[in-house]
């Protein structure tokens, strides 16, 4: 699985934008060469085009995890597969600055970059990594943050395919919301069930001293 770490390109451009926040932080070339992280020779060439460009990559990434979260994992192939046909690499075997105890190159797949321009690069690169992460995990590892209103990215590589949040800050605030639901919940469970206590202990009608007064006399 040694290209499925690209896929970590596709999570960082899905997550420069939250929808449910109306945040988006891909806004310049500053902000598109940050994406591309250690990989700074391809970060030099991005332009002002590449924030538009990526910016449409972005929103065809995202609907591979959506899709794949919503468990329709034949869309996100299709999807997955549009961007790979759109933009496609160049593999390569590299064994640079990498060496075993003996010294010999520690042979590895890279993918070269010959796109024509940054963002094509980087879609390529993205789109590729993810393809090895789904082929060899499953499209079950792609996931949405449920999280509300977080809604960011993820790829699930625990070992029992429990994750469902992006982050521990997420995971630790959506345990906090359920536990204070469940608290409202016990709380008007048992405000419900002291009104209806209260009731049963209260008369539902009139005594029979009351209903004497209050009839019709039959004799005359």
Request: hydrophobic fraction near 35%; charge should be neutral.
């Amino acid at each position: 699985m040694e290209l499925a770490y690209y896929s970590d390109l596709a999570v960082r451009l899905v997550n420069s934008e939250e929808p449910n926040r109306g945040t988006d932080t891909l806004t310049s070339v500053e902000a598109v060469r940050a994406l591309f992280g250690e990989s700074r020779q391809a970060a030099r060439r991005a332009t002002d085009a590449d924030v538009t460009r990526l910016r449409s990559v972005r929103a065809r990434l995202r609907a591979v995890f959506e899709a794949a979260a919503g468990g329709d994992e034949v869309l996100a192939v299709d999807l997955l597969n549009a961007l790979l046909i759109e933009f496609p690499v160049s593999p390569q075997i590299s064994g640079h600055e990498t060496r075993d105890d003996d010294g010999r190159p520690k042979w590895h797949m890279h993918i070269a970059d010959y796109a024509a321009n940054a963002g094509s690069g980087y879609a390529a690169t993205a789109s590729m990594g993810l393809a090895f992460h789904l082929t060899e995990l499953g499209a079950d590892r792609l996931g949405i943050c449920e999280a509300s209103p977080c809604r960011n990215a993820y790829l699930d590589t625990s070992t029992n395919r429990s994750r469902r949040y992006c982050s521990d800050r997420c995971a630790t605030r959506a345990n906090v919301a359920a536990y204070r639901a469940r608290k409202r919940l016990d709380a008007e469970r048992s405000a419900g069930a002291e009104r209806s206590r209260r009731q049963d202990r209260e008369p539902t009608g009139r005594t029979a001293d009351t209903a004497q007064k209050t009839s019709p006399a039959t004799d005359r």
